[in-house]
């Protein structure tokens, strides 16, 4: 029996408002597109080239805010592989190789569309990632017809996904480097270690430092998010003195829960209407039919589609997982297909990707929001069709029943 004082998993103590952060990063990304194709689509671009101190709006938005929500996502990641539902290999395995496929095959189909293109190719990575929140806010809309069992695996996939995400930020969409920002950088992330290490469990110095982990990573040449993820990774999942069975009040845990509202209901919706913003205003057959469109279009509609459904298949066949409990081979395709929305994640690598050229920013968004749309609705229409499965242990006892 569950300790009645052991925090239940993150995934799914949030997996409600989670949904609810993804119906409201809907209707930003629906309002940029309104207002960038409206009168005030000036103002709008405008604004967000606006500078305020060193920086501009967008890259305030791009660059700082997204600093938290990454911070968020190193929590969480955190969190699940020490104590929660990625915690043990067992339960890391469906996921997480379906995470892998999601990652692999739509990135051989934006290279199969942009390979000669070497300036195309920088955006290898863009259909790779999944939007949790939009995902699951599109689950939210089928209410009991999906089993919580399925909401938990796309959700801990789109946490893997994460993981590989940052990774690959780190590796492949790093700039020029400073190597005594670098350097600094260095010594305030040992500071944050060292802390850890001494049992210190208040957040503010941590956050404090945190900042000042911002600033040098920012300036280092390494995007300035990744410091988010770092300062995460040393947040404190000791439990309060004194409560040591109190784990929910862990620092991990406190500023988790805290930073959670705050990203999920504001930093994601302002990312999501500062960058989702298109304007169709001299849309062209050519720009949809433009390999960088079809590339990302179609490596998150069918590259996400075969390389998690077709990696999860290959794991159950071979017995080495088991169908999430009651779901059925219908619903994994459904799921495969959610997988495909790739808004949030996506949309930063593309800014990074092509951070010099508008015209490609253009397109990959393009193709972000056509692919993304697409598997939405299609994953969303298999699932709401899909018969639902009993679940075995319930089917157990029909049969018994039936034998009498």
């Not at 700039?175 to 500071?191: Q, R, T």
């Not at 495969?336 to 690598?349: K, R, W």
């Not at 800014?351 to 920013?361: E, K, R, S, Y």
């Amino acid at each position: 029996m569950r300790d009645a004082k052991r925090p239940l998993s993150v995934l799914r103590a949030f997996l409600d408002s989670e949904a609810s952060g993804g119906l409201i990063l809907m209707a930003a990304a629906a309002l940029a597109l309104i207002v960038a194709n409206s009168p005030l689509s000036d103002t709008y671009f405008q604004s967000l080239h606006a500078y305020v101190g060193p920086l501009s709006v967008q890259h305030w938005i791009n660059d700082a805010l997204m600093a938290v929500f990454f911070l968020l996502v190193g929590l969480e990641i955190k969190r699940e592989m020490i104590d929660g539902q990625l915690s043990s290999w067992s339960r890391r395995m469906l996921p997480g190789i379906a995470a892998l496929g999601g990652m692999i095959v739509p990135a051989l189909i934006f290279i199969a569309f942009n390979w000669g293109d070497p300036e195309k190719m920088r955006g290898w990575a863009i259909p790779s990632a999944t939007d949790i929140a939009f995902a699951l806010g599109v689950l939210s809309l089928l209410g009991s017809r999906v089993p919580t069992s399925l909401k938990v695996f796309l959700a801990a996939l789109a946490i893997i996904d994460d993981l590989g995400a940052v990774v690959i930020i780190a590796i492949f969409y790093t700039g020029d480097l400073s190597m005594f920002d670098l350097g600094a950088a260095a010594i305030v992330l040992a500071a944050l270690v060292s802390m850890n290490k001494f049992g210190v469990l208040r957040i503010w110095p941590y956050l404090l430092l945190g900042a000042v982990l911002w600033f040098f990573v920012l300036r280092s040449g390494v995007h300035a998010t990744i410091a988010g993820v770092l300062l995460a990774l040393t947040i404190p999942l000791s439990p309060s003195r004194g409560r040591p069975d109190d784990l929910a009040g862990s620092p991990l845990h406190r500023l988790e829960h805290g930073l959670h509202g705050w990203v999920a209901f504001g930093i994601i919706p302002i990312f999501g209407f500062a960058n989702a913003g298109v304007s169709f205003k001299g849309l062209t057959l050519a720009a949809l039919f433009d390999p960088l469109t079809l590339g990302v279009a179609l490596g998150l509609l069918a590259g996400k589609l075969v390389g998690v459904f077709g990696t999860s298949y290959a794991v159950i066949r071979t017995g080495l997982a088991d169908v999430p409990m009651g779901a059925g081979m219908l619903q994994m395709v459904g799921v495969s297909l959610l997988c495909g929305i790739g808004f949030t994640m996506s949309l930063f690598i593309g800014l990074l990707a092509f951070a010099n050229d508008a015209l490609l920013q253009e397109e990959v968004k393009i193709g972000i929001l056509l692919g993304s749309t697409l598997a939405g609705l299609a994953g969303w229409t298999l699932l709401r069709f899909a018969p639902r499965q009993i679940p075995a242990p319930k089917a157990a006892r029909l049969s018994q029943t039936a034998g009498r």
